[in-house]
């Protein structure tokens, strides 16, 4: 496949084994184009390569203490594209954090996990799923 043509995908993450194996289980399992980011701030700078979707971990302060976090990240993303799709990642299992992400505009938010890369690949499929229902929607609207 034409890598123009690739889902493009970011990962955010300052655990680098974690994200490491979390793009080589995205790369198995479809033909995604993939950038990765250690700090959110990497991220933002690199925007303009037009991401389809981005990953983004809750905690980013593993390399740099003084390092946005991902609700930070998020809100700028959000300034930036608020149609790019975030999902939230993070080892916190609260639902208040969950909801915090959620009044961020996260897509969905995952707890990592065993489950989690099947549950961001599913997630993934979901927003593609909703994009093009989105579209045509708005192709059969404008025909009214």
């Known amino acids: 496949m034409n890598q123009d043509k690739k889902i493009k995908i970011f990962l955010v993450d300052d655990d680098a084994v974690y994200l490491k194996l979390l793009e080589i289980e995205l790369i198995d399992h479809a033909d995604f184009a993939i950038e990765t980011y250690p700090t959110g701030e990497k991220c933002i700078a ?5 991401p389809d979707v981005i990953i983004l971990d809750y905690h980013l302060d593993g390399i740099d203490k ?7 990240a998020l809100d700028k993303i959000k300034a ?3 149609d790019i799709p975030v999902v939230m990642l993070s080892s916190q299992d609260k639902i208040e954090v969950a909801i915090n992400c959620m009044h961020h505009r996260a897509f969905d938010y995952v707890v990592k996990s065993e489950t989690a890369f099947m549950r961001l690949q599913q997630i993934i499929s979901n927003i593609f799923k909703y994009k093009k229902m989105e579209k045509e ?8």
Not at 46 to 50: E, F, K, M, V
Not at 137 to 144: F, G
């Open 46 to 50: 690199h925007l303009s390569h037009a």
């Open 66 to 72: 003084n390092a946005m976090n991902g609700i930070e």
């Open 80 to 82: 930036f594209n608020p």
């Open 137 to 144: 929607l708005n192709w059969y609207m404008d025909r009214m």
